[in-house]
T-cell receptor, first 112, second 115 residues
Framework: DQQVKQNSPSLSVQEGRISILNCDYTNSMFDYFLWYKKYPAEGPTFLISISSIKDKNEDGRFTVFLNKSAKHLSLHIVPSQPGDSAVYFCAASAGNTDKLIFGTGTRLQVFP | NAGVTQTPKFQVLKTGQSMTLQCAQDMNHNSMYWYRQDPGMGLRLIYYSASEGTTDKGEVPNGYNVSRLNKREFSLRLESAAPSQTSVYFC??????????????FGEGSRLTVL
């Protein structure tokens, strides 16, 4: 039972344009969400997070939006750069646990 | 600063053999985690340890055991390896834990093949 879903396995975007990565969750107890980026043969690295008391969080070129009623979050990257090409994972947790559940990932390719 | 260090980086086992994946962090973090990554499955939590002396099951704990040896070290043991355990394993740590809105820091991964 996949509680965190990333329905797009891959996304291709031109350099300079916006990349939008989507994530849906099923567990209404989730109240903290994170995005991670992963390059081949490396461990995932933290990008940005958002708690359920907010609907938006920005960090430079990265913005995460949270729609609690739809159980949906998205990561916007503006402008996209070739170095952003990687696999992006969203992850979620419920407030009373240290357990962090990841989605299946979306491979982003940014081409010139 | 090494961060999270996993050993070995690569291992090939035969079905039925046992082995232990070692993980150590030098960031004085309280929480530690073991994940596996498989194609199309993302990262799945095997076990985690919220603090020294405690361990809890994650999403896919069957076939694995863990030991939180001390605050720095968290090992993952396969008692009788099966081909279904062929995967890339990641160890991670967190200073204050996810329930306190922390983040995970990951190691570089250990690629395990079971023949």
């Amino acid at each position: 039972d996949q509680q965190v879903k990333q329905n797009s396995p891959s996304l291709s975007v031109q350099e300079g344009r916006i990349s939008i990565l989507n994530c849906d969750y099923t567990n209404s107890m989730f109240d903290y969400f994170l995005w991670y980026k992963k390059y081949p043969a490396e461990g995932p690295t933290f990008l940005i997070s958002i708690s359920s008391i907010k609907d938006k969080n920005e960090d430079g070129r990265f913005t995460v939006f949270l729609n609690k009623s739809a159980k949906h979050l998205s990561l916007h990257i503006v402008p996209s750069q070739p170095g952003d090409s990687a696999v992006y994972f969203c992850a979620a947790s419920a407030g009373n646990t240290d357990k962090l559940i990841f989605g299946t990932g979306t491979r982003l390719q940014v081409f010139p | 600063n090494a961060g999270v260090t996993q050993t070995p980086k690569f291992q090939v086992l035969k079905t039925g053999q046992s082995m232990t994946l070692q993980c150590a962090q030098d960031m004085n973090h309280n929480s530690m985690y073991w994940y596996r990554q498989d194609p199309g499955m993302g990262l799945r939590l095997i076990y985690y340890s919220a603090s020294e002396g405690t361990t809890d099951k994650g999403e896919v704990p069957n076939g694995y055991n863990v030991s939180r040896l001390n605050k720095r070290e968290f090992s993952l043991r396969l008692e009788s390896a099966a081909p279904s355990q062929t995967s890339v394993y990641f160890c991670a740590s967190s200073e204050q834990g996810i329930f306190k809105y922390g983040e995970l820091f990951f190691g570089e991964g250990s690629r395990l093949t079971v023949l």
